[in-house]
């Protein structure tokens, strides 16, 4: 398995209040992912990296921001958390070979819970 | 703009019986088709990916996905399914180019297995 991990695995936080979620990685891939995952949505791109401080907007990026300051970490925070925030939160990440597409790796997830 | 649709939102088979996830494309380009799945509380664990070449895939755990251009198809298969297999399924195209692999993803199907 691809070394991904997350933090925290869950969290419960109240509507206004800042939260980071961090992904770290130990595969030195380029690329690096968050995604949330809302039932009947399936997974949809919140933001992106594609190097160290290098990062662009996924399809739902509203209300979050990113950074990325090491190979390793890829932060996602929620400046002011609301309720529609509530949400499984995914990393992923990938490598390069050649400029052809390579699969994603999954982190094990963050619950997040926005009351 | 490039587009999954998985038109089953929920399948239920009986241990033993043959599978068939469906999964429908939208992309000007040959696509980079991948099927990943889901256990419950897991992250994402890739099955197969087709990129080009012969248009039968073959994955682990016994999935096969066929590429079929003119349908914009690429539909996982199993010939006989394990209690293990119940799990959600999501079907996702490379989207971008090789320069971010960004994916879209499906909205998923989820697969329970009957005794």
């Known amino acids: 398995d691809a070394g991904i991990t997350q933090s925290p695995r869950h969290k419960v936080t109240e509507t206004g209040t800042p939260v980071t979620l961090r992904c770290h990685q130990t595969?030195?891939?380029?690329?690096m992912y968050w995604y949330r995952q809302d039932p009947g949505h399936g997974l949809r791109l919140i933001h992106y990296?594609?190097?160290?401080?290098?990062?662009d907007k996924g399809e739902v990026s509203d209300g979050y921001s990113v950074s990325r300051s090491k190979t390793e970490d890829f932060l996602l925070t929620l400046e002011s958390a609301t309720s529609s925030q509530t949400s499984v939160y995914f990393c992923?990440?990938?490598?390069?070979?050649?400029?052809?597409?390579?699969?994603?790796?999954f982190g094990p997830g963050t619950r997040l819970t926005v009351l | 703009a490039q587009s999954v649709t998985q038109p089953d939102i929920h399948i239920t088979v009986s241990e033993g019986a043959s599978l068939e996830l469906r999964c429908n494309y939208s992309?000007?380009?040959?696509?980079?088709l991948f099927w990943y799945v889901q256990s419950p509380g897991q992250g994402l664990q890739l099955l197969l990916k087709?990129?080009?070449?012969?248009?039968l895939v073959q994955g682990i755990k016994g999935f096969e996905a066929e590429f079929k251009r003119s349908q914009s198809s690429f539909n996982l298969r199993k010939p006989s399914v394990h209690w293990s297999d119940a799990a959600e399924y999501f079907c996702?195209?490379?989207?971008?180019?090789?320069?971010?692999?960004?994916?879209?993803f499906g909205t998923g199907t989820l697969l329970a297995v009957q005794p």
């Open positions: 996702a195209v490379g989207a971008g180019g090789g320069a971010t692999n960004k994916l879209i």
């Open positions: 992309y000007g380009a040959t696509p980079y």
């Open positions: 087709y990129f080009s070449g012969d248009t």
């Open positions: 992923a990440i990938s490598g390069t070979s050649g400029g052809s597409y390579n699969e994603q790796f």
């Open positions: 595969e030195n891939h380029r690329y």
């Open positions: 990296s594609y190097g160290v401080k290098d990062t």
